[in-house]
């Protein structure tokens, strides 16, 4: 059974900081996605990748195949950040992380 | 271009009362979901449709759930009857390839309460 986990649950940071937020699975995958849900339920999807890194904006995410990892960075974080980042891993069945809520203070 | 649109956003209603939800996806996606969200955790999949087929349906609860999507367009979930435990948020989301090859759209979610 793949488990995806991520670290950490909670996240609290002062704006301008950089952020990163990693994720762990257990059997490899094709790919992993990142998604943004805002308070009051919206999901965005932020990146689906399968190697390498992609950038959009101020958000970076990278992944390793082989150490079965992934980390989504935000770099100058701004307090409209703040949300709850979900890593998903895309193989069999559609995998969801718990989430990180990461608060960004002005 | 319109997103996932879901309706209602919000329903209560009485245990053991029907219930049903309803998706439309963006126009083009060939392939829809539906996710059960509890509260602090993260999506599940319930169910997954490439066009009007269901093709992954293992973890959709079949004594009390049910979906279809007749003309491979738009999607209805329902549940009977309801129970307590079914209080959560019902998410729609499609994509324009199949699994794993392309982004997820999500729309805004159904949270259900019930009483």
């Known amino acids: 059974k793949n488990e995806v986990e991520q670290s950490p649950q909670n996240l609290t940071a002062q704006e301008g900081e950089f952020i990163t937020i990693n994720c762990s699975y257990s059997?490899?995958?094709?790919?992993l996605h990142w998604l943004q849900q805002h308070p009051g339920g919206g999901i965005v999807s932020l990146f689906m990748?399968?190697?390498g890194k992609k950038k959009h904006g101020r958000l970076i995410a990278t992944i390793n195949i082989q150490e079965k990892h992934s980390s989504l960075h935000i770099t100058a974080s701004h307090p409209r950040d703040s949300a709850v980042y979900i890593c998903a891993d895309v193989g069999d069945k559609l995998i969801f992380g718990t989430g990180t809520r990461l608060q960004v203070f002005p | 271009e319109a997103g996932v649109v879901q309706s209602p956003r919000y329903k209560i209603i009485e245990k053991k009362q029907p219930v049903a939800f309803w998706c439309n996806p963006i126009?083009?996606?060939?392939?829809l979901y539906w996710y059960l969200q509890n509260l602090g955790q993260g999506p599940e999949l319930l169910i997954r449709y490439e066009n009007e087929e269901a093709v992954d349906d293992s973890q959709l609860p079949k004594d009390r759930f049910s979906a279809e999507r007749l003309k491979g367009v738009d999607s209805t979930l329902k549940i009977q009857p309801a129970e307590l435990g079914d209080s959560a948020v019902y998410l729609c989301a499609s994509s324009l390839g199949g699994w794993g090859s392309d982004t997820q759209y999500f729309g805004p979610g159904t949270r259900l309460t019930v009483l």
């Open positions: 126009s083009g996606h060939n392939t």
């Open positions: 990748l399968s190697s």
């Open positions: 059997v490899g995958i094709s790919a």
